[in-house]
Each structure stands twice: as C-alpha cells, then as structure tokens.
C-alpha cells in the first residue's frame, strides 16, 4: 500500500485491521475509522486543527487524576453519555429510568443503617429522604444495596475537597423488609461541573453554561434485578431545561418540600427492572 491519498486512505486501514479476532472490537473499529475519516473530510481538518485536538485530549489526560476524570466529563458534555444510557436501557415504562453516573462516585462507601445521617460532616440544609425500592410487580426488593452520594451545600462532593479524605455525603443503606428505605443528609443544590479545565474551555469556547440542577445520585443493586443507575432531582431548580451533561428526565424529578423547621423532606420509590 503506497501512494494513499484522502480517498483511499480509509480503506487502507479497514483493511490493515481486517484480522481483528474478536467480532465485536472488529465492528466499532471499522466504524470508529469510518466516521473519523468521514468527519475530518467533512470539515476540512487542517494539520493545525487537529494538533490543537491532540493538545485538548493531551491535557485532559494531564488534568485526570483518582480524584478528577476529565474524559468522563468530557463524554458527558458531548453527550456520549447519556447517549449510551439511552441506548442500553430500554425497559419497562414502569421503571425507574437510568441517567448518567457522572465522575463522583466512590467504590467502598461506608454502610449506613436506615435513618442514619449520611452527610458525615458535610455541609448544607438537613433533609431526609425516603422511599421504597420494589420490583416490576410491587414486591419489595428487600436484598437491595442503595448508594447515594451527593454534593454538599457549595456544589462540590467530598472528593473535590483537597482537605476532606474521608467520606461525605455518600453510603451505602439497604430497604426494609417493605421495600422502605429513608436516611438523613443535606439539601441538594445546583452546582457547575468542574470547568476550570480543556473541558470547561471546551464549554466557554462552545457558548455553553457548566451548570447541573440540584440531585441526588442513586446506584441501587440487588440479586436478580438490573442495576439501577440514576439521580433524584429538584423540582424547582433553574437548570432542569439545560443541564450541561443532558441528563434530566420528567420521571426523576421530585418535589423537595420545605418543612416548618426549615429542613427538608424527599421522597422517592424506585422501581427495578428484573434482569433477564
Ligand atoms: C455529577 O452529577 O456528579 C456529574 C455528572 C456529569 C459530569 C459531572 C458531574
Ligand atoms: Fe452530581
């Protein structure tokens, strides 16, 4: 193969890789090659251009730390995210729906018992929150794990505090035998996506705001049902319309409510999805 040029470039390549072993791999690659391709003719990409692209994703790679992910944020904002989501959820309407997982989650969170206080210290407006977790047909799923996390009342989670190394705002708390599960933390507020990277020049170069409204996320597992991935969000928050990372639905929005004593209350019932 000699004397390629933008024509027959791209066959070049599919054929170069024509061995992939396995199917699956076999089938993106070719399309991640084709639509490369088609989308570098499509715009003209000049060397310059994509030699800014390659220092865009170089300090992306730089910025991305166990504590900070700038790819995830990255999809996110692309949308890629959600697009996935979107795609690989396709259930009952009577489930809960799933939304993004964002790059805040935490594996190994401390276990909760029900009613106890997950902020851990974390600051913001008390609030409980309660529920159930039942399955398609009502019963209660009483083997559920529920992992929660959030951000405290400056918009940032645990992980995001240079000063904080232990865990705030987030556990791990399982139902009762109804299905009920409810826990104490703090008032989830709006906050901006971490912006003060190529993402978040990405996002001012684009005309577009960082910001996410105000959720709680969930992660609920439980032997003989689909992992449930999802948030809980504010109903009367700004944001819902434009959230930077495409991820609200009208069936995870709920009503926070305000009591006499200035803290609030939640309330949500999650439906799961039997795996097949
Ligand atoms: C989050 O909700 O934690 C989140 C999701 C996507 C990007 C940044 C944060
Ligand atoms: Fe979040």
Request: glycine share 8%; charged share 20%.
């Amino acid at each position: 193969m000699r004397n390629l040029n933008h024509e027959t470039i791209t066959d070049a390549v599919l054929q170069r890789q024509a061995a992939t072993d396995n199917p699956r791999l076999k089938r993106i690659m070719e399309s991640l090659v084709q639509h490369l391709h088609a989308f570098a003719r499509e715009v003209n990409l000049t060397e310059a251009e994509w030699q800014q692209g390659i220092e865009f994703l170089t300090r992306c790679g730089h910025i991305t730390t166990d504590r900070r992910q700038e790819f995830i944020l990255l999809s996110d904002v692309l949308g890629l995210s959600m697009l996935t989501v979107a795609m690989n959820h396709d259930k009952p309407a009577e489930c809960t729906e799933a939304t993004v997982f964002g790059p805040f989650h935490v594996d190994g969170a401390p276990h909760y018992d029900p009613g106890a206080d997950i902020s851990n210290g974390a600051r913001g407006v008390p609030c409980l929150v309660r529920g159930t977790v039942r399955g398609l047909d009502g019963s209660p799923v009483v083997n559920a794990s529920i992992d929660v996390w959030q951000s405290d009342e400056e918009g940032l989670y645990d992980v995001q505090h240079a000063d904080i190394d232990h865990a705030q705002a987030r556990g791990i708390l399982h139902p009762d035998a109804e299905g009920r599960y409810h826990f104490r933390s703090i008032l989830a507020v709006p906050y901006a996506i971490p912006h003060d990277g190529p993402v978040g020049d990405l996002l001012k170069a684009t005309g577009r705001h960082p910001w996410r409204p105000a959720h709680l996320h969930f992660m609920i597992e439980a032997p003989g049902y689909e992992t449930l991935i999802t948030h809980v969000f504010r109903g009367d928050d700004a944001w819902l319309d434009s959230d930077a990372v495409f991820g609200v639905r009208q069936s995870l929005i709920a009503d926070w409510k305000e009591q006499p004593d200035g803290t609030y209350l939640v309330e949500y019932d999650f439906v799961l999805n039997p795996s097949s």
